[in-house]
């Protein structure tokens, strides 16, 4: 399957770095340009996408909210 267009405006490509399993979802750490970005899905979906340290992703980040904190004084 192949990506042609998505809604999506925040998309991160990297590379999975390190996949930490679990009986039902599992965390998978994708390094990009900016930084890791972790993401927690089921564990039947990284055994169906054939997911894999060094596999190429894409991250696509989706949210309703952004939430701010104020650091320091």
């Known amino acids: 399957m192949a990506i042609s ?7 991160f490509r990297g590379k999975i770095k390190e996949i930490i399993f679990g009986p039902v979802v599992s ?5 990009t340009q900016h930084g ?25 980040v989706k949210s309703t909210e952004v939430s701010i904190a104020k650091i320091g004084s």
Not at 5 to 11: A, K, L, P, S, T
Not at 27 to 31: G, H, L, T
Not at 38 to 54: C, N, P
């Open 27 to 31: 965390e998978v750490d994708v390094e």
């Open 36 to 60: 890791i970005v972790t993401s927690v899905i089921t564990s039947r979906s990284i055994h169906d996408l054939g997911l894999k340290v060094g596999s190429e992703v894409i991250a696509l």
């Open 5 to 11: 267009e998505i809604n999506v405006r925040n998309q």
